[in-house]
Structures are given as structure tokens and as C-alpha cells.
Nanobody, 123 residues
Framework: QVQLVESGGASVQAGGSLRLSCAASGLTYSVAWFRQAPGKEREGVAGIDTGGVSTTYADSVKGRFTISQDKAKNTVYLQMDSLKPEDTAMYYC???????????????????WGQGTQVTVSS
């Protein structure tokens, strides 16, 4: 069983930056960040293969968001720069088991979920 705890959400102005953290207890093979705005479907934002160096991003955040990990701390980060009001959402961390197709950034490919952390970007 893997437990995930997100932190780092806040309210910022457009153009600002935030860094989200996802601390995992237990072994993970892949971790991704998803977001969900009110009235919208959950969207995969970025993912990482925690055993290697591969990453993937949604087109909407490429060049602005960076996913990384600290293996010693078993923590995955999401650095978010040049934030836009449309980035406002609840952000969730998710972890996948071995063999999952994490690079699809599809919610069904992840087995464990955190409780979420709110990001609000004002114009």
C-alpha cells in the first residue's frame, strides 16, 4: 500500500510560481500530477518514471511545469512557473504500480491517490 501526501498549494497571481510536493510512503514505479477544476474532468498534467529519468507533460503545461524527484526523500515535485488563471484547480498526486502505462497520463493507469492541494491563480 502506498500513501501519498501533497503540499505546496497556494493562491498566487498570474505569472507567479509554485512548487508542489508529493511525499510517498512505500515503493512507487511511476508518479503523476493530475488536476481538476470545478465542473471539469480530471486532467493529467505531468508524470515521471520514478525508477528512471523519463517524464511526460500535457501540452497545456509544456515549457512551464517541471516534474522531478528526490529519491532519497521519496518525494516528487511539480515546479509550476508562468502560472495562468486557467491553471486554477485541485492538484492531485497519483502513483502507479509496475507495468502501468504512466506516460498516458490517464487516471485509470494509477493505483494510489493523494487528497489533493488547491492551487488558485488570480489575474
Amino acid at each position: 500500500q502506498v500513501q501519498l501526501v501533497e503540499s505546496g498549494g497556494a493562491s498566487v497571481q498570474a505569472g507567479g510560481s509554485l512548487r508542489l510536493s508529493c511525499a510517498a510512503s512505500g515503493l512507487t514505479y511511476s508518479v503523476a500530477w493530475f488536476r481538476q477544476a470545478p465542473g471539469k474532468e480530471r486532467e493529467g498534467v505531468a508524470g515521471i518514471d520514478t525508477g528512471g529519468v523519463s517524464t511526460t507533460y500535457a501540452d497545456s503545461v509544456k515549457g512551464r511545469f517541471t516534474i522531478s524527484q528526490d529519491k532519497a526523500k521519496n518525494t516528487v515535485y511539480l515546479q509550476m512557473d508562468s502560472l495562468k488563471p486557467e491553471d486554477t484547480a485541485m492538484y492531485y498526486c497519483a502513483a502507479g504500480s509496475w507495468g502501468r502505462r504512466w506516460y498516458l497520463l490517464s487516471a485509470g493507469e494509477f493505483d494510489y491517490w493523494g487528497q489533493g492541494t488547491q492551487v488558485t491563480v488570480s489575474s
